[in-house]
């Protein structure tokens, strides 16, 4: 006997999930699990639900935040179809299976079979699973892999800033999964909505051996902590101290963004001397003034190529101005990050 593949439908359409929903329930082998109507609902969903396959209606595949659910299926190795639209799929979904919910349940079958055969989202990153007890993230195909004693000592007094936006979320990922349980205190800021904060959060958490945290007034930069800061409600600043203290402070737009990657690291000003600052892919100039004051303080600063970069704004805004230090591709960001917050961080040239 097949074993029975759980679904989860995603569609704004009532009419579309009436009709498939119809068409699937006749097939033994399928399982629906539940549907949601927006990104928001499919985040959670998805989370709680763990299914083997997605079916998206294509009003999703623009909206800003799709590539942070994205992300979640190739973390948690989840194949993904569209329906059918009249709309253009973005250039990166045109290679993507479509599912006619029209079709007989003999095809309906057949073309979740074909897409279950070769699947459109890997699981190319690390997932909850991959976690060993001891609590490190273990190797992960076609991403750089630290060996336990090929490191020096991490500096005590060290701490990596990072800001991202477009593109940002599978950056993360990369850099994040290379980090160990007990990486220098890191503190984030991506843009991101409100709404998909927490889903972000968890996805990160999933794929990093050190803890993942909402940035929140009063929460403490400790060896072994990430906070992130998206969709906080306000600007994430640092207070300086052993370990830093992070507060989370309404404000206006700064660089067209709340929070402000610039804003987190002009409050590192004051501890710049500690300080190692990465941008990585994103629209815009955020964080690349900033960046500048950093540097000029005494911080490390280094910033994601174009050739690896989704949006080559943020990053490109830093080079040119000579904020960033040096380029470089995205698998390279996090073993660089964590070697030179070592007793003895080595030279490195642009590739």
Wanted: net charge neutral; hydrophobic share 45%.
């Amino acid at each position: 006997m097949s074993p029975i593949i759980p679904i989860v439908l995603v569609t704004s359409s009532p009419l579309a999930l009436a009709r498939l929903a119809r068409g699937l329930g006749d097939l033994p082998q399928i399982r629906l699990c539940g549907n949601a109507s927006d990104l928001s609902g499919a985040y959670v969903l998805v989370e709680r639900v763990e299914p083997r396959l997605v079916i998206l209606g294509p009003e999703l595949l623009h909206h800003p935040d799709f590539p942070g659910l994205l992300a979640m299926f190739r973390v948690m190795g989840i194949t993904w179809m569209r329906l059918p639209s009249d709309i253009a799929a973005p250039p990166a979904m045109t290679g993507v299976p479509v599912l006619d919910p029209g079709q007989p349940a003999a095809a309906l079958s057949q073309s979740i079979t074909a897409a279950l055969a070769h699947p459109t989202a890997q699981g190319i990153l690390p997932s909850a699973s991959a976690i060993s007890s001891a609590g490190k993230a273990l190797p992960t195909p076609g991403l750089p892999t630290i060996a336990p004693g090929s490191k020096s000592r991490t500096r005590p007094d060290r701490v990596i800033l990072i800001g991202s936006s477009t593109g940002g979320i599978d950056a993360l990922l990369r850099v994040l999964s290379v980090f160990p349980p007990d990486c220098p205190p890191t503190a984030i800021v991506q843009h991101t909505g409100a709404a998909f904060s927490d889903s972000l959060i968890r996805l990160l958490d999933r794929c990093c051996a050190a803890r993942v945290l909402p940035a929140q007034s009063g929460g403490l930069l400790r060896p072994g902590t990430v906070i992130v800061g998206a969709g906080c409600g306000g600007h994430m600043r640092l207070q300086s101290g052993n370990p830093p203290q992070v507060q989370v402070v309404p404000g206006a737009p700064v660089a067209g963004h709340v929070p402000s990657v610039d804003e987190m690291f002009r409050s590192a000003l004051p501890f710049a001397s500690r300080v190692t600052a990465a941008l990585l892919t994103g629209m815009g100039r955020d964080g690349a003034e900033g960046m500048l004051d950093l540097r000029r303080a005494g911080a490390d600063t280094l910033a994601q190529d174009e050739a690896t970069s989704v949006v080559y704004g943020m990053p490109r805004a830093a080079w040119e101005i000579g904020a960033a230090r040096i380029r470089l591709p995205i698998d390279r960001i996090g073993p660089e990050l964590l070697a030179r917050c070592a007793e003895r961080p080595p030279e490195t040239t642009e590739l």
